[in-house]
């Protein structure tokens, strides 16, 4: 079963900062965190991970409280190709890649 | 490199029939998955390779689907005895480790019809 827990839709306006949170409460010490997304009809892609610092790369920021029991997804500017559904993933070595329900986001013209 | 790819992209098969779906992965990764993935749902493990071993079966996999990987390199799935319940997306992915810290890079998929 997948380890973290996210809304199942959120909205936002295009141009603007979108913030998805995913809970993690059960996270151990050797779990990295990780946001794929999928587009539709497509296959999900990877979007960026992190352990325990902060992380920005080209694509979006991840946000990981002190704590790691959650962490946020930042895109800075949402475009309509932005629109997807978001999937927050734990993993540690050896594991498979389990997958939750995901956050869809529609972003408003 | 042009990713992972999956053939046939689209099938549409008879109830009972067999089909083997193929992936290849990307050039020397180590690792593959197959997922199942129907609308509106996340995708499902099925299982996994570490090179040519089957490292893991999900108890979704029921002894009509069975998957290789010889040799490392590419896999196939194989389900025997279609069912209108086995209608999905047929996801792989591969990965260049086992360690967690790799990113994983998924096929378009191939999409199952059973009529």
């Known amino acids: 079963d997948a380890k973290t827990t996210q809304p199942n839709s959120m909205e936002s306006n295009e141009e603007e900062p979108v913030h998805l949170p995913c809970n993690h409460s059960?996270?151990?010490?050797?779990?990295?965190i990780h946001w794929y997304r999928q587009l539709p009809s497509q296959g999900p892609e990877y979007v960026i991970h992190?352990?325990?610092s902060n992380v920005n790369n080209r694509m979006a920021s991840l946000a990981i409280a002190e704590d790691r029991k959650s962490s946020t997804l930042i895109l800075h500017r949402a475009t309509l190709r932005d629109a997807a559904v978001y999937y927050c993933?734990?993993?540690?070595?050896?594991?498979?890649?389990?997958f939750g329900k995901g956050t869809r986001l529609h972003i408003l013209p | 490199d042009t990713g992972v790819s999956q053939d046939p992209r689209h099938k549409i098969t008879k109830r009972g029939q067999n089909v083997t779906f193929r992936c290849d992965p990307i050039?020397?990764?180590?690792?593959l998955y197959w997922y199942r993935q129907t609308l509106g749902q996340g995708p499902e493990f099925l299982t996994y390779?570490?090179?040519?071993?089957?490292?893991?079966k999900s108890r979704l996999l029921s002894d009509r689907f069975s998957a290789e990987r010889p040799k490392g390199s590419f896999s196939t799935l194989e389900i025997q005895r279609t069912e209108q319940g086995d209608s999905a997306m047929y996801l792989c992915?591969?990965?260049?480790?086992?360690?967690?810290?790799?990113?994983?890079?998924f096929g378009q998929g191939t999409r199952l019809t059973v009529v």
């Open positions: 992190g352990l325990t």
């Open positions: 993933i734990l993993r540690d070595r050896d594991d498979k890649i389990i």
């Open positions: 050039s020397e990764h180590n690792r």
């Open positions: 992915a591969s990965s260049p480790s086992d360690r967690a810290n790799t990113e994983a890079f």
């Open positions: 059960t996270i151990s010490g050797t779990d990295y």
């Open positions: 390779f570490q090179n040519e071993a089957q490292l893991e």
